[in-house]
């Protein structure tokens, strides 16, 4: 019997590219999407073997809605990505409260949204899969992302500690840190760009966001190779918990371990004797 896969933000960029892709290698596909007639546009229409469903993320209701369908229409849920998110550029002093909320409501609790209404499915089952799309901003710091920067962070920590959780019912967790891909996050649609406010930031500001748009449709990822290979995970009997995605996130990703380890062994001697000594009392 084929998979079911539960794909999130499937009307354009990756998430559509996973949906084609699965669709392609026989999988059962719930695609889904803020707008469902562009998500049934862009995969071809009607299918046997698909079940395009609206889907905000922001909002529990829609994911526990979707997720009934799904289960009406395929009796089961094998594998979900979380994949739909967007990008808050800027410097942290000209990106506004709202809009950095904005970023975590959609980043963060957005999947949590879809993953809290689809594991007590997977729990039943004693089987699943949950992959979830961070970035390597998610482990790498970076200047004019500190709003999405945060947003992975936080996805990341959510993930890896989730997969204790889940361990026992046989549903397994990846965590996956693209670099850049030629994906639509560039895209004015996905992008919010900051309006200079700060004399300070300004020509930065107009600089960097210059340089970005640049990038958009430049990136050196196939995003179409990455689907594929984020259902080779999918169908891994032990898949990867974490998986570095793109040659240049590899290269930062080892980079950053690299400078943890140093930064912890030049804590050693400050921070490596801070025990409570019941003899100094």
């Known amino acids: 019997m084929s998979k079911v896969i539960f794909v999130t933000g499937a009307g ?24 469902p007639e562009e998500v049934e546009k862009t995969l071809g229409g009607p299918q046997d073997n698909l079940l395009v469903t609206k889907l905000d993320v922001t909002i529990l ?15 089961r ?7 739909a998110g967007n990008f808050f550029a800027g410097y942290f002093e000209e990106i506004t409260p709202a809009q950095m909320r904005q970023q975590i409501e959609t980043n963060l609790f957005g999947p949590m949204n879809v993953t809290r209404a689809i594991l007590p499915i997977m729990r039943e089952q004693r089987a699943g899969h949950i992959i979830t799309l961070s970035s390597s901003a998610g482990i790498i710091g970076q200047e004019f ?5 945060a947003s992975k962070f936080a996805v990341e920590g959510w993930m890896e ?7 026992p019912y046989n549903i ?15 895209v004015d649609a996905s992008t919010t760009w900051p309006e200079p406010t700060i004399d300070d930031y300004a020509e930065r500001t107009t600089a960097t966001i210059e340089a970005w748009k640049s990038m958009n449709g430049q990136q050196t990822g196939d995003p179409v190779k990455l689907a594929r290979a984020l259902l080779t995970i999918a169908d891994q009997e032990k898949p990867l918990q974490r998986f570095v995605a793109g040659a240049d996130a590899i290269d930062g990703v080892k980079a950053k371990a690299q400078e943890l380890l140093a930064q912890a062994e030049a804590s050693v001697e400050l921070g490596g004797n801070l025990a409570y000594n019941d003899t100094d009392a």
């Open 77 to 83: 849920i094998d594998v979900l990505v979380n994949n």
């Open 61 to 75: 209701e829609d994911a526990e809605a979707a997720a009934r369908v799904a289960v009406d229409r395929f009796g």
């Open 12 to 35: 354009r960029g990756l998430g559509t590219d996973i949906g084609r892709e699965a669709l392609a290698t026989g999988y059962q596909v719930v695609a889904t999407g803020r707008r």
């Open 172 to 186: 397994h967790t990846t965590i996956v840190e693209p670099g850049f891909f030629r994906t639509e996050l560039l």
């Open 145 to 149: 992302c500190v709003a999405y920067a």
């Open 161 to 167: 500690s989730l997969r204790y959780d889940v361990e």
